[in-house]
């Protein structure tokens, strides 16, 4: 099934404008009109990968790699032959690039098997071919190993489930001292655990170590590859307040890093954090930050464990969605929402990655939603990159042009948050007249549900509930909740179907001003929940996620006009 609004196929990928349709529920819900499946609307083709952006990096120090520099931090993603990592990554539209170092135009990366690369680890070269190999992480827990890569794709040697426990899977490295990079991996509760690298790319991991708790503090982490010379991997980890930390290797798998040292401060300008490996032939470990504007820069190390000041490496960055090798918890699913105006035509606002919108785009026929009830945007459903419009039609749930069974006129509310359960695949909420909450887990092809899950009461308190993706940065999807009062409910998700979220925590008062409330998804390209709000004058206010117990950061004045549109899912 293709999310709503995007139409991509791994098994087909389109890379230029094409004309499709598709359809998205029923269009048009009046009593006296019965139409047995939903009406086609135009489809927004997906932006060619052309629109990636050229790296501009500074003149390295030398024209060639010394063999020092070659021994002490050998590229990890080198699939162009000049001895500097190339950048592979997930675009907006879902596809999977790589932008050489050298600023050549951009290349699709195909990963057969996995519809969509979630995160991206880079390894180097594990069995000595000469080639790089490439962990691909997908949003149900499947990790696949890519083997002598290519500018355009791997050979897929290895799978391994259940990788969906953890909320960051990176690699510093080679942490152990053997040559070859080894992979760590966070769980929710904030332990960490050290997977050794065998060279094998078919089964390529040892059984997991336990390195110790307290992980849970970093909004980012970014394996460096060897930042201050002793040839073994060193980690960067950034708090939610901006102060950065380096940990050096001790070379022991069972306590690899020694005591954190502080950095810097003021690093939450950026929202994602990039290990560059060695991009200036010195043989010390560099790094990619990327800003809210887009903005991509260059941290040179010093062979110590800290950086030169930055230098500019490009802009027009919020294109990618997700840097392989980036510390932050990916996110995929939602990054928009849908304005119906009040005679019944449908928009929708896409986020840049940088905390703004674009202008509108139409994305129905003029008035062809008028009248129409019970819309939702759930967070894809699919595992794709956008959401699924679904409405209620005569007791029946449509998603499309698939019809999802009956029975739905129960319900007064349905919200699509993303995944409640743990198992990787965005579920669906609904609440009853009688405020009874339930659960519904997804399929992950967005075609059905399992059986109902009884998960709260007294959800009739509520005038709105919302969410999409994950506000508290722990990776796991929230939900949010507006009582009558005007108070502001924040429902931490637990990823246990049966119960799904923590005891609610208030965000405080004063919601009530606002006449429209939507979750977006993710605007501000670092993987977490952000929060939109209309007031009754028609001003957007904008609040992005914190990965802090506060969840949203102080508003931000984007838009005006809204009061045109009577509804935003």
């Not at 749930?397 to 129960?410: I, S």
């Not at 319900?411 to 409640?420: F, I, R, T």
């Not at 508290?472 to 005007?486: E, K």
Request: charged content about 20%; aromatic content about 10%.
């Amino acid at each position: 099934m293709r999310s709503a609004f995007f139409g991509r196929s791994r098994a087909r990928r389109v890379t230029t404008c094409t004309a499709l349709a598709l359809s998205a529920g029923m269009l048009l819900a009046s009593p006296a009109v019965a139409e047995p499946t939903p009406r086609p609307v135009p489809e927004r083709a997906p932006a060619d990968i052309s629109a990636v952006p050229k790296l501009v990096l500074p003149a390295p120090a030398g024209t060639a790699r010394t063999a020092a520099a070659t021994a002490a931090l050998a590229p990890r993603f080198d699939v162009t032959g000049d001895g500097q990592t190339d950048l592979i990554h997930r675009t907006r539209n879902g596809f999977t690039a790589v932008a050489p170092s050298s600023g050549g135009t951009a290349v699709e990366f195909t990963t057969v098997g996995s519809y969509l690369d979630l995160d991206l680890i880079p390894l180097g070269d594990q069995n000595r071919t000469g080639k790089p190999e490439v962990l691909s992480l997908s949003a149900n827990g499947a990790l696949r190993l890519y083997a002598e890569a290519s500018t355009s794709t791997g050979t897929l040697k290895w799978t391994g489930y259940g990788w969906n426990i953890y909320n960051k899977v990176f690699s510093p490295g080679d942490v152990d001292g053997d040559g070859r990079a080894d992979v760590m991996a966070r769980q929710f509760n904030g332990e960490l655990y050290f997977y050794r690298s065998t060279g094998s790319v078919t089964a390529p991991l040892a059984g997991r170590v336990r390195v110790g708790p307290g992980w849970g503090a970093y909004d980012q982490l970014v394996g460096l590859g060897d930042s201050d010379g002793d040839g073994r991997g060193d980690l960067l980890a950034r708090t939610p307040s901006g102060q950065v930390y380096f940990y050096g290797s001790t070379g022991n798998s069972r306590a690899p890093f020694k005591p954190r040292k502080a950095l810097a401060t003021g690093w939450q300008v950026y929202n994602q954090i990039i290990a560059a490996d060695d991009l200036n032939f010195d043989g010390d470990a560099d790094l990619y930050a990327r800003d809210l504007s887009g903005a991509l820069w260059v941290y040179h190390g010093r062979g110590n464990g800290t950086f030169t000041s930055r230098t500019r490496a490009g802009s027009n960055w919020n294109v990618v969605d997700q840097f392989a090798g980036a510390g932050t918890i990916p996110s995929a699913g939602k990054t928009l929402f849908i304005a119906r105006d009040k005679a019944g035509t449908l928009f929708w606002y896409r986020g840049l990655n940088n905390g703004k919108l674009p202008a509108r785009e139409q994305v129905s026929d003029t008035g062809g939603w008028a009248g129409s009830t019970n819309l939702t945007l759930a967070y894809a459903l699919d595992g794709g990159v956008l959401p699924d419009l679904l409405q209620v039609y005569g007791g029946h749930l449509w998603n499309r042009d698939k019809d999802l069974g009956g029975g739905w006129q129960v319900y007064n509310g349905l919200v699509g948050p993303g995944d409640l359960s743990g198992d990787g695949k965005a579920d669906l909420l609904a609440r009853d007249t009688n405020g009874v909450l339930y659960l519904y887990r997804g399929n992950g092809a967005g075609t059905g549900f399992a059986s109902r899950i009884r998960v709260g009461d007294g959800w009739s308190a509520y005038n709105r509930i919302l969410g999409a993706g994950d506000h508290t940065g722990d990776g796991r999807a929230d939900v949010l909740a507006r009582d009558r009062s005007g108070t502001l409910w924040l429902y931490k998700g637990t990823g246990d179907a049966t119960k799904p979220f923590a005891a609610r925590k208030s965000l405080g008062g004063g919601w009530g001003t606002y006449t429209k409330l939507v979750a977006p998804g993710d605007l501000s390209g670092d993987g977490r929940a952000d929060l939109l709000g209309v007031n009754a004058a028609g001003d957007l206010y904008r609040y992005l996620g914190t990965s802090t117990g506060s969840a949203i950061t102080p508003r931000v004045k984007i838009g005006y006009g809204y009061q045109t549109y009577s509804a935003l899912y």
